[in-house]
Nanobody, 120 residues
């Protein structure tokens, strides 16, 4: 199983970016898919998460600016980030919780991370 992220980069304050994550491998189902971020010198923190049934949860700092969506059939999750601020600068990691393989093994997985830099 592998999680591959894409879409990071450099953007000016107020701009937008779209992060995508695709889980591949022998996957039966995924309980929750989400995004975390880690800024230099800080702990990794939850940004947004989407459950299998569509329920979403956001960090207070991104509510109203970020939107998470997932496609259960394609095992993908997208984070649309609008009105970006310099404090959003971090490495963003895709996370899959309760991923069940076709061998019915359950585990959590992380992507390799993608850099998001918000700067003028």
């Amino acid at each position: 199983v592998q999680l591959v992220e894409s879409g990071g980069g450099l953007v000016q304050p107020g701009g937008s970016l779209r992060l995508s994550c695709a889980a591949s491998g022998s996957i039966f189902s995924i309980n929750a898919m989400g995004w975390y971020r880690q800024a230099p010198g800080k702990q990794r923190e939850l940004v947004a998460v989407a459950g299998y049934g569509g329920k979403t949860n956001y960090a207070d700092s991104v509510k109203g600016r970020f939107t998470i969506s997932r496609d259960n059939a394609k095992n993908t999750v997208v984070l649309q980030m609008n009105s970006l601020k310099p404090e959003d600068t971090a490495v963003y990691y895709c996370n899959a919780v309760g991923l069940v393989t076709t061998d019915f093994l359950t585990n959590d997985y992380w992507g390799q991370g993608t850099q998001v830099t918000v700067s003028s």
